[in-house]
């Protein structure tokens, strides 16, 4: 069973940066592609950044290129979301979660590839 912690959350003013962190634990980690999604009040849980297995590839929803920076340690089992810039749309519950996928290139932007989930962390950002 694969488990993951995500820390990081809090407030943070328009313009502002927070760097989310998702400890996983259970399974080896270079073995699962890591993505973060985020849901906001009254709206469904949408994808945010993906990394692959490896870090090569990288996939970004349109809102957040240029402002947010996903990474991975795989030696830490970690993986990261780094957001600068931020707006008072990207407040949120954001959720890591990981895909046990065979390729080592896919950062799937795909809800139902994501096998393991965090329990989440708050996000919000004040005008």
């Known amino acids: 069973q694969v488990q993951l912690a995500e820390s990081g959350g809090g407030l943070a003013q328009a313009g502002g940066s927070l760097r989310l962190s998702c400890a996983v634990s259970?399974?080896?980690?270079?073995?699962?592609?890591m993505g973060w999604f985020r849901q906001a009040p009254g709206k469904e849980r949408e994808f945010v950044a993906a990394?692959?297995?490896?870090?090569?590839?990288?996939n970004y929803v349109a809102d957040v290129k240029g402002r947010f920076t996903i990474s991975r340690d795989n030696a830490k089992a970690t993986v990261n979301l780094q957001m600068d810039s931020l707006e008072p749309e990207d407040t949120a519950v954001y959720y890591c979660?990981?895909?046990?996928?065979?390729?080592?290139?896919?950062?799937?932007?795909?809800?139902?590839?994501?096998?393991?989930w965090g329990q989440g962390t708050q996000v919000t950002v004040s005008a």
């Open positions: 979660a990981a895909n046990p996928s065979y390729s080592a290139f896919a950062a799937s932007m795909d809800f139902s590839d994501y096998k393991y």
């Open positions: 259970g399974r080896t980690f270079s073995g699962y592609a």
């Open positions: 990394i692959s297995r490896r870090g090569g590839n990288t």
